[in-house]
């Protein structure tokens, strides 16, 4: 682990591998943790850098709303300090609406896209209303009032009932973010752009996983996304919810690695 001071935020990143530079950003309220095993598999021909985004993981808590633009800024900033000119942007989740903002700000900077687990539609009004009351709770009952009921929709019913070790691991993570992050991130993801216009402005290659299981972005709307992005490709994890790297690692690393030995 290593730390990068970008902007007014300390971000705590991993950096390992050499060769074309990937980046993998993770979803709310996660860290950098959940690309553990992708950055594993990918590191022998791949620069991987897994940053936690701020105020997640041991990055810096800073005042919020955190916006996508505000997070894909701090990426480009972090790309800046590491030297890397462009990069593969991968994102799963609240990551993926961050990869859309960047690539609308750094289009140039983008040698490929990974949408992992995530949707291009913004939050309608019933969305924008639980996530701000959800940002409230956190404030005042603290993070692991709202890990309680984020727990069931992110892992597939398999992991659920059949991987106790697991949960309790993902319960435990989670319950660390600080809920004036929690706040912020579900503030700053009220209010982010709407990237359905976004997929016909994508001109780089596309990847586009999901868990077959996901309950919160289902393979329906990944198969939006990939007809949306002119050549996307899919790739469907069996077995897997919202957290397919965590839940299917050695799935997920497989799909990432065709893809991106496949990039001219």
Not at 151 to 161: E, G, I, R, V, W
Not at 233 to 255: C, D
Request: hydrophobic letters at 45%; glycine letters at 10%.
């Amino acid at each position: 682990m290593a730390f990068a001071q970008v902007g007014d935020v300390r971000l705590a990143y991993d950096d390992e591998g050499t060769g074309p530079a990937v980046v993998l950003l993770h979803g709310f309220p996660l860290g950098r943790w959940i690309w553990d095993a992708p950055r594993a598999a990918l590191r022998d021909r791949y620069r991987v850098v897994t940053p936690d985004l701020r105020g997640h993981g041991d990055s810096e808590v800073t005042a919020g709303p955190y916006l996508m633009d505000a997070l894909a800024a701090d990426v480009a900033r972090l790309l800046d300090a590491l030297h890397i000119d462009r990069a593969v942007i991968g994102g799963l989740s609240m990551g993926g609406y961050v990869a859309f903002a960047f690539w609308r700000r750094f289009a140039a900077r983008v040698r490929g896209l990974i949408l992992c687990d995530t949707r291009a539609h913004g939050d309608n009004q019933g969305e924008k209303v639980v996530r701000q009351s959800t940002a409230q709770a956190a404030l005042d009952q603290g993070t692991a009032a709202v890990v309680e009921g984020m727990l069931p929709k992110l892992l597939a019913p398999q992991s659920l009932t059949g991987r106790l070790d697991l949960v309790a691991a993902i319960r435990a993570r989670l319950a660390k973010t600080d809920p004036r992050a929690v706040a912020a991130t579900l503030l700053g993801m009220k209010e982010r752009e709407d990237s359905t216009p976004t997929l016909a402005t994508i001109t780089v290659p596309t990847l586009v996983v999901v868990g077959g299981d996901d309950q919160l972005t289902p393979p329906t709307l990944a198969r939006e996304l990939q007809a949306g992005i002119r050549g996307a490709r899919l790739e469907v994890v069996p077995e897997a919810g919202h957290l397919a790297p965590v839940e299917q690692p050695t799935a997920t690393s497989t799909a990432l690695r065709r893809f991106l030995d496949a990039l001219p």
